[in-house]
């Protein structure tokens, strides 16, 4: 008989190839952000125990962020094994528009480093994730009976495809959970992935988003805020094959 075709059997082919080197840049701004160092720590050491080759930058201006982006980018490709995955997260505080603002109050747009890296050439075909921890303004969210959104778009190809960007930064004018232990986002991102590593990435990231773990699921109480409000996460992505960081 033929080959059963719909098998919810996972080939090889479905997946990416992280065979090759894994390598992290983490950009955060830890000037006037409490607890922002614990986010950092917590990222870096799952980073490492996702064999992720990881370069540490503290309060990049809004300038070095652009060209820490690019120095990544072309030590990349400079590399002389197979790159097979590359991750970024950008952790600062932020406009109303969706801007990050360096250690200096400058404005950089995610959109403008995300297109950075789309450029390497050992990337071409390999996951690119990027995440983002950054407030929006400053106003308070919903409060937690409403569900936090989740986007996932699937683009054509293109210069930025096999791209999954996730985005702890609330709705428009709105601000992001971080107090002096870490960001929501961030700690509960690390809780969910190192409690099941090899599983696959959208799926973990769901995860995070339903508020397993830390204030994601049961809300937070701010200043001037009488009730909880709930964090909200953004996952946009245009992979073509399941992402598993961990066999």
Request: charged letters at 25%; aromatic letters at 4%; one cysteine or more.
């Amino acid at each position: 008989g033929g080959e059963e075709l719909g098998s919810s059997q996972t080939t090889p082919a479905a997946r990416y190839d992280l065979s090759g080197t894994r390598a992290a840049l983490l950009l955060s701004v830890i000037h006037g952000r409490p607890g922002a160092q614990h986010d950092v720590e917590a990222l870096g050491t799952l980073c490492q125990a996702l064999s992720f080759k990881t370069t540490l930058r503290t309060d990049p201006t809004a300038q070095a962020f652009q060209e820490e982006l690019a120095q990544f980018r072309e030590c990349l490709d400079a590399h002389r094994t197979p790159v097979s995955c590359a991750l970024v997260a950008l952790m600062a505080h932020g406009g109303p528009q969706g801007q990050l603002l360096g250690a200096d109050g400058r404005e950089v747009w995610p959109e403008a480093l995300v297109q950075e890296l789309s450029r390497c050439r050992a990337l071409c075909g390999c996951p690119k994730i990027f995440l983002l921890q950054a407030c929006r303004g400053g106003e308070w969210g919903p409060t937690p009976h409403l569900p936090p959104p989740v986007l996932a778009s699937h683009t054509q190809p293109s210069a930025t495809q096999d791209l999954l960007s996730t985005f702890f930064r609330k709705p428009e004018r709105c601000v992001a959970y971080r107090d002096e232990t870490g960001s929501d986002f961030i700690q509960t991102l690390v809780e969910v992935f190192r409690a099941d590593p090899g599983r696959e990435v959208l799926e973990l990231l769901t995860e995070v988003c339903r508020g397993r773990g830390r204030a994601l699921g049961r809300g937070v109480l701010g200043p001037d805020c009488p009730e909880r409000r709930k964090a909200s996460l953004e996952i946009r992505s245009s992979l073509r094959r399941r992402l598993c960081l961990q066999a």
